[in-house]
């Protein structure tokens, strides 16, 4: 394993200590259903995905960076305002995403009739619902994080892509942007 011990220590366990489980399994289709899904725009999607990274403080999340949202113009700059997003120059759809995404993460009881009526002004019923399985899709290896097993294998930012069936594909470093 590279990088620093894990947090906790399991007896017995080297990660992969749900690997190949029905729990494994259905989680594997959970996350590829989730990703799979596309009525919300890839950059939208990615803002989200990388709020999680943060909030979960996730450092193979956070070195990833999806191809598809590359393509649409994400960049450092953009990359370094999603922590502070509610000052930011985002979009308002893509600020009410963010905050779908804290209100699921952070603060539950802020998923208020204001949060909502914020959302449906941006995005149809669908639409948040994707959201919020991003967001669960995204938050589903905090026991890796707490555990600190995520260690990314790169040194770098790579770019993350995703195949027909909903599985990762890891493609090479990402080009610095400004």
């Known amino acids: 394993m590279n990088g620093p011990a894990p947090r906790i220590q399991l007896a017995g366990t ?27 725009d890839p950059l939208t999607t990615e803002l989200v995905r990388l709020r999680c990274a943060q909030v979960h403080d996730c450092r193979l999340c956070g070195s990833l960076r999806s191809s598809e949202a590359l393509e649409l113009g994400l960049d450092d700059r953009m990359t370094a305002q999603i922590a502070r ?29 204001q949060l909502a009526a914020e959302l449906h002004r941006h995005f149809s019923d669908a639409q948040i619902a994707e959201l919020c399985l991003d967001v669960m899709k995204w938050s589903h290896q905090k026991l890796l994080v707490a555990l600190r097993l995520e260690t990314p294998p790169w040194n770098e930012t790579t770019v993350l892509s995703f195949d027909e069936n909903g599985h990762p594909v890891i493609g090479g470093p990402v080009e610095a942007t400004t």
């Not at 594997?28 to 919300?40: C, E, H, K, P, S």
């Not at 600020?95 to 998923?111: G, H, K, T, V, Y």
């Open 14 to 40: 080297d990660g992969g200590f749900l690997l190949g489980t029905e729990l494994d399994e259905a989680m594997t289709a959970l996350a590829a259903a989730a990703v799979r899904a596309d009525r919300v």
């Open 85 to 113: 997003y509610e000052t930011s120059d985002f979009e308002a759809a893509a600020i009410a995403a963010l905050r779908l995404c804290d209100a699921i993460i952070l603060a539950p009881a802020s998923a208020d009739a």
